[in-house]
Nanobody, 118 residues
Framework: QVQLVESGGGLVQSGGSPRLSCAAS????????MAWYRQTPGKEREWIAS??????????NYADSVKGRFTISRDGTKNTVYLQMNSLKPDDTAAHYC?????????WGQGTQVTVSS
């Protein structure tokens, strides 16, 4: 089992730069990667970034919609993954979720809302 807890969301002005955190606990040693998704009402959950979790080198990937503006990173000592969000736009308003996989099961955090005001 894996538990994920997100934090760092809130109301942000357009152009703002909040940082989301995802603290993982449980069977951390078996995780290969972690990811961030976002979802707006009436739409499917959208993958936005992922990062390797147990490799010496960070392997990160981004969706085109956030590439160049968002940065995913990790702190192995804290079992935490971060999402630095820069140059936010109103279209970035969404609930953001942390995700990982373990033995064919997906795990999700409770989500944290980011609302960007124009």
């Amino acid at each position: 089992q894996v538990q994920l807890v997100e934090s760092g969301g809130g109301l942000v002005q357009s152009g703002g730069s909040p940082r989301l955190s995802c603290a993982a606990s449980g069977r951390i040693a078996s995780l290969n990667a972690m990811a961030w998704y976002r979802q707006t009402p009436g739409k499917e959950r959208e993958w936005i970034a992922s990062i390797s979790f147990r490799t010496t080198t960070n392997y990160a990937n981004y969706a085109d919609s956030v590439k160049g503006r968002f940065t995913i990173s990790r702190d192995g000592t804290k079992n935490t993954v971060y999402l630095q969000m820069n140059s936010l736009k109103p279209d970035d308003t969404a609930a953001h979720y942390c995700n990982t996989w373990l033995e064919h099961s997906a795990y999700w955090g409770q989500g944290t809302q980011v609302t960007v005001s124009s």
